[in-house]
């Protein structure tokens, strides 16, 4: 009776029927290599192709809604302005697209990327470190190196060497970095006291963007769209925040 009973049980667990996921979820399916390359379909076909592949897949789709997105996508309310419901103008309103990221993918490769996508506007604000800044600026005076992950930091130390992960920036890089920076930043002083020029943080990288004139530079791009929108957080951080913060400190205070 007892064995009947887990037979049973196992034969249930085994031979359980399933629910049918015909037409409520993708199937999956990579990509055809025989068709030839399309990159086009090669990149749809991530969302069919699961694991990770599928994340990438639905990330790409957010991203095209917010390319695609039109105001007139949505439906007239009654609180509409007059403005607001004529339909050039509803054509015209776009997503404003916001691009975080921190400094580390400026130090890699992925800064051509950024670099891109600020100089085809196709972002609007660029949200980063005071990190993603300051290496902006450094790879326009000197490049950085690929290492590997294992390297010991004493040992990279004693000859001059620093580890971003696995890549490899030499101590001169930031000599260079700070020979070119100070005079920017001793000028930008100067303006403020005999001008009341107020540098906000997103007007100090739009000079930024304009004194290192490199196209390279996504800082540059930045500048060039006419943009005041590069947000940062923790100006005073780093390299960058003790050159930024050290000379407006030796400055007497005014009243004001």
Same mark, same amino acid.
Request: charged residues 25%; contains cysteine; aromatic residues 10%.
């Given at each position: ?10 034969? *249930? ?75 050039s103008y509803r054509e015209s309103i776009r997503c404003k697209v916001f691009l975080g990221f921190t400094s580390n993918l400026i ?7 950024? =670099? ?45 060497? &620093?580890?971003?992960? &696995?890549?490899?920036?030499? &101590? ?6 700070? &020979? ?26 739009? =000079? ?7 196209? *390279? *530079? ?8 006419? $943009?005041?929108?590069?947000?940062? *957080? ?16 030796? $400055? ?5």
């Amino acid at each position: 009776m007892e064995e009947d009973k887990l037979l049973n049980s196992a034969h *249930s667990a085994v031979f359980k029927e399933s629910d049918s996921l015909e037409g409520k979820c993708p199937k999956i399916e990579g990509y055809d290599f025989n068709q030839g390359v399309s990159y086009s379909k090669l990149i749809k076909s991530m969302l069919s192709t699961g694991f990770q592949a599928s994340k990438l897949g639905e990330a790409m789709e957010i991203v095209n809604e917010m390319l695609d997105w039109r105001l007139s996508d949505e439906t007239i309310t009654e609180d509409c302005s007059e403005e607001e419901k004529d339909p050039s103008y509803r054509e015209s309103i776009r997503c404003k697209v916001f691009l975080g990221f921190t400094s580390n993918l400026i130090s890699s490769g992925v800064r051509d990327t950024i =670099r891109y996508l600020t100089e085809h506007h196709m972002v609007d604000v660029i949200v980063t470190t005071t990190g993603g800044i300051e290496e902006d600026l450094i790879k326009c005076l000197a490049p950085t190196y690929k290492g590997d992950f294992s390297l010991p930091g004493a040992q990279l130390r004693s000859r001059g060497l &620093n580890r971003i992960g &696995n890549l490899l920036v030499p &101590n001169d890089n930031y000599c260079k970095f700070e &020979n070119w920076i100070i005079p920017v930043f001793d000028q930008m002083l100067k303006e403020q006291l005999e001008e009341n020029v107020l540098w906000t943080p997103s007007k100090l990288i739009a =000079r930024l963007g304009k004194e290192i004139n490199n196209e *390279s *530079s996504y800082l540059y791009w930045a500048y060039k769209a006419k $943009q005041d929108s590069c947000l940062l *957080s923790r100006l005073n951080r780093w390299l960058f925040g003790g050159y930024v913060v050290f000379p407006f400190l030796s $400055q007497p205070r005014s009243d004001n």
